[in-house]
């Protein structure tokens, strides 16, 4: 250094060779942080999501469990269903059979007695039916001819409007509006 030069003159010079501008220094503050920056923030992203899948994974193995347990119940309910399904229709039954072996336990009973039996034997089962739903399907003389209530065992000459029933051979039964045996009838031919 010449003398001429002051130290305080070297300094801006040395300072501007130090000191980058400002654009350089962001330019490589983003060529040295962002790599690191950029990886940080990706394993930040991939932490979190392992663990939304670990979340994820839980809540389907949870929903899974818990589709298998319904089914597993369902499976019990039917099973109990079909077991015990006709409790109540045999509980029902029970006072009919209750009302038979009082009448056979009698030994001396006079006919009367045994009609009075019978028809209050009778009673009882058409109300046990009933509360079961099973209604007897027993058309009147005259009524039209329903083929989903009614079976036509033969077709006579009669006075009547043809396809009307003329006589119930043997009553049918439905269950809440299921035949489970049609009524036996004969039917009206045309004239």
């Given at each position: ?14 300072s501007a060779r130090q000191e980058p501008n400002s654009q350089q220094q962001s330019a490589n503050e983003a060529l040295q942080d962002s790599p690191v920056d950029e990886l940080s923030q990706a394993l930040g992203e991939i932490v979190i999501l392992k663990a939304q899948a670990a979340d994820l ?135």
């Amino acid at each position: 250094m010449s003398e001429s030069q002051k130290p305080e003159d070297q300094k801006p010079a040395e300072s501007a060779r130090q000191e980058p501008n400002s654009q350089q220094q962001s330019a490589n503050e983003a060529l040295q942080d962002s790599p690191v920056d950029e990886l940080s923030q990706a394993l930040g992203e991939i932490v979190i999501l392992k663990a939304q899948a670990a979340d994820l994974k839980d809540q389907l193995l949870r929903a899974a469990a818990d589709v298998q347990n319904a089914r597993r119940r369902a499976e019990e309910d039917v099973s109990k269903a079909r077991k015990f399904g006709i409790e109540s229709f045999a509980e029902s039954l029970l006072p009919v059979i209750d009302s038979l072996e009082a009448g056979l336990a009698l030994k001396d009973a006079t006919t009367e007695q045994l009609r009075e039996g019978k028809e209050a034997t009778l009673r009882q089962l058409k109300s046990a039916l009933e509360r079961n739903k099973v209604v007897a399907i027993d058309p009147s003389a005259g009524e039209k001819f329903e083929p989903s209530k009614h079976q036509g065992i033969s077709m006579v000459p009669s006075e009547q409007e043809s396809n009307t029933i003329v006589a119930v051979l043997q009553k049918g039964y439905q269950i809440a509006e299921r035949v489970m045996r049609p009524a036996l009838v004969t039917v009206a031919a045309a004239k």
